[in-house]
């Protein structure tokens, strides 16, 4: 199989608290993607990180990429009760691999 | 601005019948893709789609399974003589050009299939 797998597979955390997940990948990629997943609803794009990049903001949300380790972590920071939900990271070769995702959730 | 719409969003069949899963992409997205989702997995794509075209069915099981986006109306699903193992969730996402990389991927809500 060529999905990539996330760690941990469940976190829970009190609001205001930093998150950080990662995923490992096995294909070599041209861009990984992070994804967020509520219960019952479909995927929201989150953040696109090129393979030349190692590093990525967007708002509170931080992305790093190892492409020597076929890593990616995505970091969520100050976080909130709303921020619960599934992640997901997607690495695209010529094809979209799902990981099995981390499910966060996040204490009031 | 409608995102990608799913319909329906639950649907239940007997074993041996036909289940139709319908997605409309973003207005102005000619990409659709499928994927199926089973409980505390991750999404497994199953086919991608052109308008008129299948570009990649590689993720689509051989037999009882078929995708097709006509040039005009939703994309169709269509998985025939239902089996228990066909129970899952089925997402359908589109983009406005092809290609795997540069794109993020805009996703319905799903349509939750259960096989009685």
Same mark, same amino acid.
């Given at each position: 199989?060529?999905?990539?797998?996330?760690? =941990?597979?469940? $976190?829970?955390?009190?609001?205001?608290?930093?998150?950080?997940?990662?995923?490992?990948?096995?294909?070599? +990629? %041209? %861009?990984?993607q992070w994804y967020r997943q509520n219960?019952g609803r479909g995927l929201v794009h989150l +953040? $696109? +990180?090129?393979? %030349?990049?190692?590093?990525?903001?967007?708002?509170? $949300?931080?992305?790093? $990429?190892?492409?020597?380790?076929?890593?990616?972590?995505?970091?969520?920071?100050?976080?909130?009760?709303?921020?619960?939900a599934s992640y997901f990271c997607a690495?695209?070769?010529?094809?979209f691999?799902f990981g099995?995702g981390?499910?966060?959730?996040? +204490? =009031? | 601005?409608?995102g990608v719409?799913?319909?329906?969003?639950?649907?239940?069949?007997?074993?041996?019948? &036909?289940?139709?899963?319908?997605?409309?992409?973003?207005?102005?997205?000619?990409?659709?893709y499928?994927y199926?989702q089973?409980?505390? &997995?991750g999404l497994?794509?199953?086919?991608?789609?052109?308008?008129?075209? /299948? /570009?990649? &069915?590689?993720?689509?099981?051989?037999?009882?399974?078929?995708? &097709?986006?006509?040039?005009?109306?939703?994309?169709?699903?269509?998985?025939?003589?239902?089996?228990?193992?066909?129970?899952?969730a089925?997402f359908c996402a589109?983009?406005?050009?092809?290609?795997?990389?540069?794109?993020p991927q805009h996703f319905g809500d799903g349509?939750?299939?259960?096989?009685?």
């Amino acid at each position: 199989s060529q999905q990539g797998e996330e760690d =941990p597979q469940a $976190l829970s955390i009190q609001e205001g608290e930093n998150a950080t997940m990662n995923c490992s990948y096995k294909t070599s +990629i %041209n %861009n990984l993607q992070w994804y967020r997943q509520n219960s019952g609803r479909g995927l929201v794009h989150l +953040i $696109l +990180i090129r393979s %030349n990049e190692r590093e990525k903001h967007s708002g509170r $949300l931080r992305v790093t $990429l190892d492409t020597s380790k076929k890593s990616s972590s995505l970091l969520i920071t100050a976080s909130r009760a709303a921020d619960t939900a599934s992640y997901f990271c997607a690495n695209t070769g010529n094809q979209f691999y799902f990981g099995t995702g981390t499910s966060l959730t996040v +204490i =009031p | 601005n409608a995102g990608v719409m799913q319909n329906p969003r639950h649907l239940v069949r007997r074993r041996g019948q &036909e289940a139709r899963l319908r997605c409309s992409p973003v207005k102005g997205h000619s990409h659709v893709y499928w994927y199926r989702q089973l409980p505390e &997995e991750g999404l497994k794509f199953m086919v991608y789609l052109q308008k008129e075209n /299948i /570009i990649d &069915e590689s993720g689509m099981p051989k037999e009882r399974f078929s995708a &097709e986006f006509p040039k005009e109306g939703p994309s169709i699903l269509r998985i025939q003589q239902v089996v228990r193992g066909d129970s899952a969730a089925y997402f359908c996402a589109s983009s406005p050009s092809g290609g795997w990389s540069n794109q993020p991927q805009h996703f319905g809500d799903g349509t939750r299939l259960s096989i009685l």
